[in-house]
């Protein structure tokens, strides 16, 4: 009964977590510390760590601020706050907990410059996490945290920046504006709307009206305006020789980008709104967008090549485990 409880426990701090994209957030860092051409596994091993407990107070400390916003949607009402499996204050003292770790492990390994830089990240990412819904533009100020954790990863082997860490740099920039704004503002169209959201994806008219999901042309023109700057900057270092990868990755790249724009249509060409189903979309939008990362990776290690299946499997374990399904997380 002890063991049955504790797991219980671990499952609802889990889903608090947001561990569905745990791995593929760790490994953010480790993506900017390859791309110097750094191979220590202790090295990288650090920065993974590093990285999770970024992620674990991102997204903990975001739905700690959601709920009361999650409590007007039925399927995010049985979110770990909400729902009261966690009460607000546990929740609190592992969000802080989290958080302290992060800077003592920085702190600890690296020089004072790299946790400044770790520290601008987590500031750009609370920000987001408390003004997301009340001023417009919020989605920049996440991609640019995001941005921040990757050159972190790159700070801690060098200052000597490569030509593939910028890449990085900017396609961990494009990713997360195609996640939050995109793949994000139609996801949670349903109560953005409902309580006049700044979230920009609102701005633009995204909406849901009887059930109808509203993804008006200004929003689509977006999103296809980030699809194709991301695929501009995957390419054009291959193009213009910044970038050597034998022509089976290359034709593998152009796949991958066709796949995303395909899941971008598909995501906003729906007419009904069904959460389940686009938390679906989001998932493999998000998912396919990262693959082009470990892919151009792969020019500086081959180990870089375990980074195209390991967030899959962290999403896959995770889903199986938490929620019975593989590419539905319900707590997204």
């Given at each position: 009964?002890?063991?049955?409880?504790?797991?219980?426990?671990?499952?609802?701090?889990?889903?608090?977590?947001?561990?569905?994209?745990?791995?593929?957030?760790s490994?953010?860092?480790?993506?900017?510390?390859?791309?110097?051409g750094?191979?220590?596994?202790?090295?990288?091993?650090?920065?993974?760590i590093?990285?999770?407990?970024?992620?674990?107070?991102?997204?903990?400390?975001?739905?700690?601020?959601?709920?009361?916003i999650?409590?007007?949607?039925?399927?995010l009402?049985?979110?770990?706050?909400?729902?009261?499996?966690?009460?607000?204050?546990?929740?609190?003292?592992?969000?802080?907990?989290?958080?302290?770790?992060?800077?003592?492990l920085?702190?600890?390994?690296?020089e004072?410059?790299?946790?400044?830089?770790?520290?601008?990240?987590?500031?750009l990412?609370?920000?987001?996490?408390?003004?997301?819904?009340?001023?417009?533009?919020?989605d920049?100020?996440?991609?640019?945290?995001?941005?921040m954790?990757?050159i972190?990863?790159?700070?801690?082997?060098?200052?000597?920046?490569?030509?593939?860490a910028?890449?990085?740099?900017i396609?961990?920039?494009?990713?997360?504006?195609?996640?939050?704004?995109?793949?994000?503002?139609?996801?949670?169209?349903?109560?953005?709307?409902?309580?006049?959201?700044?979230?920009?994806?609102?701005?633009?008219?995204?909406?849901?009206?009887?059930?109808?999901?509203?993804?008006?042309?200004?929003?689509?023109?977006?999103?296809?305006?980030?699809?194709?700057?991301?695929?501009?900057f995957v390419f054009?270092?291959?193009?213009?020789?910044?970038?050597?990868?034998?022509?089976?990755?290359?034709?593998?790249?152009?796949?991958?980008?066709?796949?995303?724009?395909?899941?971008?249509?598909?995501?906003?060409?729906?007419?009904?709104?069904?959460?389940?189903?686009?938390?679906k979309y989001?998932?493999?939008?998000?998912?396919?967008?990262?693959?082009?990362?470990?892919?151009?990776?792969?020019?500086?290690?081959?180990f870089?090549?375990?980074?195209?299946?390991?967030?899959?499997?962290?999403?896959?374990?995770?889903?199986?485990?938490?929620?019975?399904?593989?590419?539905?997380?319900?707590?997204?």
């Open positions: 009964m002890i063991l049955k409880n504790y797991s219980r426990i671990i499952k609802e701090y889990a889903k608090l977590s947001s561990a569905h994209f745990a791995l593929l957030t490994i953010i860092p480790v993506s900017g510390a390859l791309a110097m750094e191979t220590r596994f202790s090295h990288l091993l650090i920065l993974f590093i990285g999770l407990l970024a992620h674990i107070y991102g997204f903990a400390f975001n739905h700690y601020n959601d709920i009361k999650d409590g007007l949607t039925p399927l009402k049985e979110r770990p706050l909400p729902s009261g499996t966690i009460n607000k204050k546990h929740a609190a003292i592992y969000i802080l907990t989290v958080l302290l770790l992060g800077f003592l920085t702190f600890f390994f690296f004072i410059k790299i946790l400044i830089i770790y520290s601008f990240s987590i500031i990412a609370t920000l987001y996490d408390l003004c997301s819904k009340k001023i417009g533009g919020m920049f100020i996440l991609a640019a945290s995001i941005t954790i990757a972190f990863g790159s700070a801690t082997v060098s200052f000597h920046f490569t030509t593939l910028y890449i990085i740099w396609l961990s920039f494009i990713q997360t504006v195609n996640f939050t704004m995109m793949a994000g503002g139609i996801k949670d169209a349903d109560h953005d709307f409902l309580i006049n959201s700044k979230h920009l994806s609102t701005a633009l008219g995204v909406k849901v009206k009887d059930e109808n999901l509203i993804v008006p042309n200004s929003f689509q023109v977006v999103a296809y305006v980030f699809a194709v700057l991301y695929a501009i054009t270092p291959i193009v213009i020789k910044w970038i050597t990868l034998p022509i089976v990755f290359i034709i593998v790249l152009i796949f991958i980008n066709i796949l995303f724009f395909y899941i971008t249509y598909k995501m906003m060409r729906k007419r009904k709104f069904d959460r389940q189903e686009i938390r989001v998932v493999l939008h998000y998912n396919i967008n990262w693959l082009n990362v470990p892919i151009l990776l792969i020019t500086i290690t081959p870089a090549g375990i980074l195209i299946v390991f967030p899959l499997l962290g999403l896959i374990i995770s889903n199986i485990l938490l929620y019975k399904t593989i590419f539905r997380p319900k707590m997204m």
